[in-house]
């Protein structure tokens, strides 16, 4: 006997498009900041700084390596954060998980903001990753399909694929789940400009900014009736 389909669940608050496009721009922003204003790095994500710390292990360099095991423990940090936040914040509660993240991620920048470039990069590079790392693994979701808000190698390569799909097989799902990469893809280089040019002119304040559209987002989501619920990934596991 063939198990019932089940009937499509509606897609909440936190896997919206409208939500992930703004916290792709938050992801190209908070990358631009880091290399304009904080010692030309990219905190969001610890690929390089992996190969780094492979390199000056190599040459012999350990006190050196320091540099770049700092920002990958932080970030290894935001992810067991994130998941603590969603096991202690369950569904059918008022405050919700959601709100606890957008409200962390937007007080930790908030301070940062006030922190003048003479403090050492490598401390607020560390933080910044820690805030992407939370956002990261908090946010996985985009109308059921998986991508990143703080990097977007996978969000190409799977825009790419779902293009193709559409393409040879004529497939609108595919064309409509393309096209929200694509949207993704956008935002992120759109935040990252954006970036750039408020830290030209407002230097370390520029932050601010982020914090704004993280506070916007928060009072979003406390208006917004969907705000999360199960997500395409616990739908997967329950299963």
């Given at each position: ?9 509606p897609y909440t608050f936190a896997e919206s498009l409208p939500f992930g496009v703004l916290l792709a ?133 799977s825009a790419v694929q779902a293009y193709y799909q559409a393409v040879t097989r004529k497939n609108k ?14 935002s992120f280089c759109g935040g990252a400009m954006i970036g750039v040019w408020t830290s030209y002119f ?38």
């Amino acid at each position: 006997m063939s198990a019932r389909k089940r009937k499509p669940r509606p897609y909440t608050f936190a896997e919206s498009l409208p939500f992930g496009v703004l916290l792709a721009a938050i992801g190209g922003f908070l990358d631009a900041y880091t290399y304009i204003t904080r010692g030309g790095v990219f905190a969001n994500a610890q690929t390089g700084n992996i190969v780094l710390l492979g390199i000056r292990f190599a040459q012999g360099d350990f006190w050196g390596m320091l540099q770049y095991v700092y920002p990958i423990l932080a970030f290894t940090a935001g992810v067991v954060a994130a998941a603590q936040i969603k096991r202690m914040a369950g569904a059918g509660r008022k405050v919700q998980w959601v709100h606890i993240i957008l409200a962390l991620e937007a007080a930790i920048l908030f301070g940062i903001g006030f922190l003048p470039s003479t403090v050492p990069h490598a401390i607020v590079n560390v933080v910044i990753s820690f805030v992407a790392s939370v956002q990261v693994s908090s946010f996985q979701s985009l109308m059921g399909s998986p991508f990143a808000t703080t990097m977007t190698t996978g969000n190409l390569r799977s825009a790419v694929q779902a293009y193709y799909q559409a393409v040879t097989r004529k497939n609108k799902p595919a064309l409509q789940k393309a096209l929200c990469y694509t949207w993704i893809i956008v935002s992120f280089c759109g935040g990252a400009m954006i970036g750039v040019w408020t830290s030209y002119f407002f230097g370390t304040y520029s932050l601010f900014l982020c914090v704004a559209i993280l506070t916007a987002s928060l009072i979003w989501s406390v208006v917004d009736k969907k705000v999360c619920g199960e997500s395409a990934e616990d739908e997967e596991k329950s299963e």
